[in-house]
């Protein structure tokens, strides 16, 4: 078989050299790369004014203008539609209204542990993993929440629920602020009454344990000191007792003045022997006596003082205290804070018009239109 071309004559060649003649004189389309590659001149900004006509037009305002006014009955339906459906489905049947009891209040008799306010150490009681289960138990929350606490990750879909529905911050007042959100006004407002209680609990146990660590020390240092002191006043016993020694000073003082006396009178050696026995006493064992005396002042004393820091420590570990002054006690709220029926209904129908405007702008660039720019039928 025979696959070569068909020859052309030499009429149909003239033709279409003829046609690439007469196109010679119109330009070429240049492309948006070959421009931008060009400096930037007037030439070169005729250019890219060309090459942004054809978007500029397809956001035409008039034209949008014009879109929603010949549908305006249309994108009238589909807002009232549309809010119609927000307002139904906003209704108590398909979400369940929540109630917000508030609580405001200042901390007060608590002990500083490290370089934070008073107010962020009780912000992090509140926050502590202690209260959160105090919580969980009392409300029974899992049942509360419809969360079955066995299942798998049971629990902590139930502590999930607690941190969305319970908001504790601080507030540029240095106070906190509770907000807590329920099904039920009433739960509500026994929830930040519990929560503010359970916060006092932790904060006093934190306080007797710490105090109670400081009351073992001090009770042991006591008992040191009263060893050290019963052991001293024995010893001091034995010189009292045996050796007669009561006062090195005084004794010491009247001693001699004594010994003296007797030698210049011409006194019996029995009167003149027992006064030099104490003076040799004294000799012997007045520096043991002196030094156990000095001893045991110091002691006394020392053990005056943390008998002191004992009895305080002891009064701090009994006594029953409040950790926050409660300035906004909580209440039963008597109307819902969620949902904001108006709000949700709102944005259904923006949504909707701005959907439908979108929608019809696409649906009618693609009708033809006629000579006159209407849209044909």
Do not use: W
Not at 74 to 92: C, D, E, N
């Amino acid at each position: 078989m025979d696959f070569s071309y068909p020859k052309l004559s030499n009429a149909f060649f003239n033709k279409e050299e003829k046609i690439k003649t007469d196109n010679s004189n119109e330009p070429s389309p240049v492309s948006e790369k070959e421009i931008r590659s060009k400096p930037f001149t007037s030439e070169t900004k005729d250019s890219f004014t060309d090459l942004q006509t054809p978007i500029m037009d397809s956001f035409n305002n008039m034209e949008i203008y014009k879109i929603i006014m010949r549908r305006k009955f249309h994108l009238l339906a589909i807002v009232l539609i549309s809010i119609f459906f927000g307002f139904v489905f906003s209704s108590p049947t398909f979400i369940k209204p929540k109630f917000k009891s508030s609580a405001i209040l200042y901390p007060v008799n608590i002990i500083p542990y490290s370089m934070e306010s008073p107010t962020e150490q009780l912000l992090q009681l509140f926050h502590s993993s202690d209260v959160r289960t105090l919580m969980v138990k009392k409300f029974n929350l899992g049942n509360h929440y419809g969360i079955e606490q066995n299942s798998p990750a049971g629990m902590t879909r139930v502590f999930e629920t607690y941190e969305e529905n319970i908001i504790i911050r601080k507030t540029e007042f240095e106070s906190i602020k509770i907000d807590i959100q329920d099904e039920n006004a009433d739960t509500a407002s026994e929830m930040v009454a519990s929560l503010i209680n359970f916060v006092n609990i932790k904060a006093q146990m934190l306080q007797r344990e710490k105090t109670g660590e400081v009351v073992k020390i001090l009770l042991n240092q006591l008992a040191v000191k009263r060893q050290s002191i019963d052991s001293l006043e024995a010893a001091n016993d034995i010189l009292r007792n045996r050796y007669g020694l009561l006062d090195y000073k005084s004794q010491t003082k009247e001693a001699t003045k004594t010994y003296l006396k007797l030698a210049s009178d011409g006194a019996s050696k029995e009167k003149i022997r027992s006064v030099d026995s104490l003076l040799y006493n004294l000799e012997e064992k007045g520096g043991m006596q002196v030094s156990i005396t000095t001893q045991l002042k110091g002691l006394r004393e020392s053990y005056n003082t943390i008998k002191t820091e004992y009895d305080k420590a002891i009064s701090d570990l009994t006594k029953e205290l409040t950790y926050s002054n409660v300035v906004a006690k909580p209440f039963p709220a008597d109307s819902k804070s969620y949902p904001i029926r108006s709000l949700i209904v709102l944005i259904c129908g923006l949504s909707a018009l701005l959907f439908g405007i979108l929608l019809f702008i696409i649906l009618d660039r693609r009708l033809p239109k006629s000579n006159d720019g209407s849209l044909s039928k």
